[in-house]
């Protein structure tokens, strides 16, 4: 029998209905959505019993586009406010891959509560181990293996993890993503890439995250790119003398099935190149302040069409994983951004880069027959902010 959810608001994020419903409600049948609109015309419709919410706004289980889980233990741990170099030091000096397994356990569990229904995290030491977590979780998930360094081997398919769990589950998949321009070579970087291209997987990469990314690339000299180097995660380094976009687009990298991380340094001319090449951006704008790098213009990227995602990054530089965080911060600072809007960057945008690849994606992010029933909660938080302005 089906059930019907009420509730004062509805955001169903689909071109077919309007941005907000209001005294509304959703149908269910076990765990698909079978209807949705006016609560008394759904009534009419169906019959079946009505949990009604009260005075909440409901909307589409969230995409959290950018997580690293495997720093779950480095909470609280690393300096802030300061720039790039002064925490990636407070970072490195520490045990950071050291998995804890029952926190990223603590903390999916939190995000689901929270409403996350799909997550995309990277990981440089403990892909299989994080993807086994993931398959044992109730969330939809992209599980990155992030190369790094100069070394590439002689078949690429020997970097793709194989995790059986992750197979099985059905619920998402192993990839692998860059970790920066700077930090993975150019041959390493397009191998990954072109594997991902060849089995249909997505691809993600940190671009444009700090100023000293752009002096690594033009001038070969910074002093992160001392640390790198000392860390051995470099043994050579020759500086490509262009800038992250423009040289992401030489390389080859650029497409739909790539998820650019961060874009803060970004000029016009770049948004243009990457509006044109339609690779997907995850903004991290909680991070972003948290190390003290600036913010990505969010607006210049949505005038210029550029599908727009959000991730909360890691808790070694934010405070929580919950990515209605980043919305609030962005309503806050952008008072021309509006709620649904801002909802599409954490449902309905990620929801198309991530459907392309995989297909629990595609049943997210939408409230709309056949979508499968998870939700979220618009914060109260996020609703005051729109309601003050
Ligand atoms: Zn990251």
Known sequence: MPELLRAASVAPMTPDQPPLLEDAAVVLEGD?????????HMKRLHGGPVRDLGSVTLAP?????????????????????????????SLVSQPLYDLDPARVRAELFRMEQRGVGFLADISTRNAAKVGEILASSGLGFASFF??????TPADPASLLPQVRDVDDCGRGVMSLAGHALYSTSPELIRAAKGLSLERGLPFSLHLAEHTDEDTILLYGKSPFLDLLM??????????????????AQELGILDEGTLLVHCVTVTDADVKIIAASKASVCLCPRSNEFIGVGEA???????????????????????????YGEVAWLLERHPGLDLVAALALITANPARYFSRSIPRARRLGSLAPGQMARFSIVPQAVLDICSHR
Request: some cysteine.
């Open 32 to 40: 698909e959505i079978l209807d949705l609109g006016s609560y008394s």
């Open 61 to 89: 289980a969230t995409f959290n586009s950018h997580v690293h889980l495997e720093m779950c233990h480095m909470l609280g741990r690393t300096v802030s406010g300061q720039g790039f170099v002064p925490w990636v030091t």
């Open 146 to 151: 992030e190369v790094i360094g100069n070394e």
């Open 230 to 247: 000392a860390r051995g995660y470099l043994t050579s380094y020759t500086a490509p003398e262009r800038r992250p976009v423009p040289l």
């Open 297 to 323: 213009p969010v607006r210049g990227l949505l005038d210029a069409g550029v599908n727009v995602c959000l991730g909360t990054d890691g808790l070694c530089s934010n405070a929580d994983l919950d990515p």
